[in-house]
């Protein structure tokens, strides 16, 4: 199966990336308010380049001066599941998605739905047996995490 995985990234703004493994590359979105399991909040997912698969295991502090420098940690991860027999490719780019996620923070169907002018889309949870109302995105650096991470040069270069 395929997997999907969230990093926390304290970049100049903070954000999370959210990042789905469609054909052996990352399709990924910026979500400046993470992802929810709280179906009530449509989180806006900006849409990045594709990333390299390698990517999915970076942990560490980009080092100033490099696009993103700050501290990037994993948020969550695990495989995912495309909506049953649809072609998640073409689920993709006629811009409204659905899958499962099975990760430990983010679990069950969640739905990416792009907005009319192409680039933003909206990150939702569906209304599940997993959803919770009033579930906060929480925020995993400390102090102490942050010590602990390597200054280091993403494992890949940006894909365009
Ligand atoms: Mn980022």
Not at 114 to 124: A, C, E, P, V
Request: charge should be positive.
């Amino acid at each position: 199966m395929p997997i999907f995985v969230v990093q926390e990234h304290h970049a100049k703004t903070m954000h999370w990336d959210f990042r789905l493994e469609v054909n052996g590359v990352l399709k990924s979105w910026a979500v400046p308010k993470g992802p929810s399991m709280d179906p009530s909040q449509k989180r806006l997912a900006i849409q990045v380049p594709d990333h390299d698969m390698e990517h999915a295991s970076y942990e560490g502090i980009i080092p100033e001066g490099t696009y993103g420098s700050g501290p990037v940690l994993t948020w969550d991860r695990g495989e995912f599941e495309p909506k049953a027999g649809s072609d998640f490719e073409a689920t993709l780019k006629k811009g409204h998605a659905g899958f499962n996620l099975k990760g430990q923070r983010l679990k069950g169907e969640f739905t990416l739905l792009r907005l009319k002018d192409g680039k933003n889309w909206l990150l939702m949870k569906k209304n599940d047996a997993y959803a919770k109302a009033g579930w906060e995105t929480e925020v995993l650096l400390t102090p102490k995490r942050k010590e602990s991470l390597p200054v280091k040069m993403p494992a890949c270069a940006i894909k365009e």
